[in-house]
């Protein structure tokens, strides 16, 4: 099955830094990357739609620039939360959905990535 | 956005009993999926369903979809203990689908 990866599975930083997070599809090609936020025992919020090559969407109430998002190719998406606060701290997860029949009507996960903003 | 809402919230029943999970939204949808997550993890995909489609099976798994009701309900037959997770239910409609997921419902299966 398709598989993506998500680097790292967690991080702990100081407030007023940036971290970076990757998601990798690494056997297909996600034309589509889509990027969630989820607090404990809580549904999935989608944060922001990426298209390769083009600029993200980002759902109501989402900042930005707060939250900047790269798909340079179709096989990688990054999330980097700028100038983190402790209210940033969640658990982000990233999926992709694929360029063909076989991997486009479902999502595939990367495993997320709990960030703690000291 | 419509949202899927699963019910009930919590479940927790003794292996090798049955697990029923519900879901309902609210427009039409293109399709419906099932996700399971693993504390602390990513979501792994467990069925899809077409809105043309009324019943799938897919091991001890079987989904219902009645477009009806706006509903779909999620059937684990003998459940273990591993089977212990959160269950996400995600609609999707239009011409993005893009899918928008549930509360979920929170598994628990006791040895």
């Known amino acids: 099955g398709a598989v993506v990866s998500q680097h790292p599975s967690w991080v702990i930083c100081k407030s007023g830094t940036s971290v970076k997070i990757e998601c990798r599809s690494l056997d297909f090609q996600a034309t589509t990357m889509f990027w969630y936020r989820q607090f404990p025992k809580q549904s999935l919020m989608l944060m922001a739609t990426?298209?390769?090559?083009?600029?993200?969407?980002?759902e109501q109430g989402v900042e930005k620039d707060k939250f900047l998002i790269n798909h340079a190719s179709l096989t990688l998406s990054t999330l980097t939360v700028t100038s983190a606060h402790p209210e940033d701290s969640s658990f982000y997860i990233c999926?992709?959905?694929?360029?063909?029949?076989?991997?486009?009507?479902?999502?595939?996960f990367g495993s997320g990535t709990q960030l703690s903003v000291l | 956005s419509q949202q899927g809402e699963e019910d009930p919230q919590a479940l927790s029943i003794q292996e090798g009993e049955n697990a029923t999970m519900n879901c309902s939204y609210k427009t039409s949808i293109n399709n419906l999926q099932w996700y399971r997550q693993n504390s602390g993890r990513g979501l792994v995909h467990l069925i899809l369903i077409r809105s043309n489609e009324r019943e799938k099976h897919s091991g001890r798994l079987r989904v219902t979809l009645d477009t009806s009701k706006k509903s779909s309900s999620l059937l684990i037959t003998a459940s273990r203990a591993a089977d212990t997770a959160s269950y996400f239910c995600?609609?999707?409609?239009?011409?993005?689908?893009?899918?928008?997921f549930g509360r979920g419902t929170s598994l628990i299966v006791h040895p």
């Open positions: 999926s992709a959905r694929g360029q063909f029949v076989a991997t486009n009507e479902k999502l595939f």
């Open positions: 990426s298209n390769e090559g083009s600029k993200a969407t980002y």
């Open positions: 995600a609609s999707s409609s239009g011409g993005s689908y893009i899918p928008t």
